[in-house]
């Protein structure tokens, strides 16, 4: 069996065939509503975040006439399903690993001393005078530290 998917259906058509909006709807609201595209028979959903929406009543909807229904999510408009947005979501939002100490290009402005490896000098063992090479201005290295 083919499921199908549709978008989330805010408004549907009444018995008289006037426009109800879902969010003029309590979830105590009885009625009959129907599809505004394929007028097929709809029941009102309640969720807690969303509020109201209606959904078609697969059961009583003939799958021929949902096929044309401009609700229907073909596979090539098909928006991403809740799941997937928050799986982008969570990675949208993962940042990069903490930052574990990784060995550069150091200089220690206090020793005039280049050297590489973690933010320590080893001659004055501090790391406070120590700047990255990479972030300097290769111009104001002194001369025998240059390449
Ligand atoms: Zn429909
Ligand atoms: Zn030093």
């Known amino acids: 069996m083919i499921i ?8 549907a058509l009444d018995r008289e065939g006037n426009i109800v909006r879902a969010s003029e709807l309590t979830p105590r609201s009885r009625g009959t ?3 505004r595209s394929c007028h097929s028979v709809l029941r009102l959903c309640w969720t807690y975040d969303n ?21 229907l999510l073909t596979s090539s408009d098909k928006s991403p399903s ?19 100490p990784s060995s550069k290009d150091y200089f220690c402005v206090l020793c005039n001393h280049a050297y590489y490896g973690l933010r320590k000098c ?12 990479a ?7 002194p001369k025998k530290w240059a390449i």
């Not at 199908?4 to 408004?11: A, D, G, L, S």
């Not at 972030?135 to 290295?141: A, E, V, W």
């Open 82 to 100: 809740l799941f997937t947005q928050a799986v982008s979501e969570i990675l949208q939002r993962t940042e990069p690993l903490p930052k574990v």
């Open 4 to 11: 199908m998917q549709f978008r989330t259906i805010r408004t």
């Open 51 to 71: 509020g109201g929406y209606f959904e078609h009543d697969l059961e009583v909807a003939e799958n021929i006439v949902l096929k044309h229904c401009e609700y």
């Open 33 to 35: 509503w129907s599809c």
């Open 135 to 141: 972030l300097r201005d290769t111009q104001t290295i």
């Open 122 to 133: 080893p001659y004055c063992l501090n790391s406070l005078y120590s700047t990255e090479t």
